[in-house]
């Protein structure tokens, strides 16, 4: 079964950097987009942005453009949220999440698999 944990939150001053990790076990991803949402209170889930295992193409939501960055590592079926340049209004929960599919999705309803999520808060 696939299970997908996240590691890596915390609390962080405006303007610094936290590095989010979601290591996946449980199946092979070779084929499989995994994305990075999050979620503050009283707002809908927001997609972050994806990563498509097989050819490392990334697609990002407009509020982490250019400050936001995914990777992969194989060896260790993990995917990484760099996330640089913080703001308070980044302040959520971040989940990473598994599509079963080759086509990247920003809605929420298409992924399958989803982790515990990780709290981010940045303060002012």
């Known amino acids: 079964q696939v299970q997908l944990v996240e590691s890596g939150g915390g609390l962080v001053q405006a303007g610094g950097s936290l590095r989010l990790a979601c290591a996946a076990s449980?199946?092979?991803?070779?084929?499989?987009?995994m994305g990075w949402f999050r979620q503050a209170p009283g707002k809908e889930r927001e997609f972050v942005g994806a990563?498509?295992?097989?050819?490392?193409?990334?697609y990002y939501g407009d509020a982490v453009k250019g400050r936001f960055t995914i990777s992969r590592d194989n060896a260790k079926n993990t995917v990484y949220l760099q996330m640089n340049s913080l703001k308070p209004e980044d302040t959520a929960v971040y989940y990473c999440?598994?599509?079963?599919?080759?086509?990247?999705?920003?809605?929420?309803?298409?992924?399958?698999?989803w982790g515990q999520g990780t709290q981010v808060t940045v303060s002012s």
């Open positions: 999440a598994l599509e079963v599919d080759p086509i990247i999705y920003t809605s929420a309803r298409r992924y399958d698999y």
């Open positions: 449980g199946g092979t991803f070779s084929n499989y987009v």
């Open positions: 990563l498509r295992w097989a050819d490392d193409i990334t």
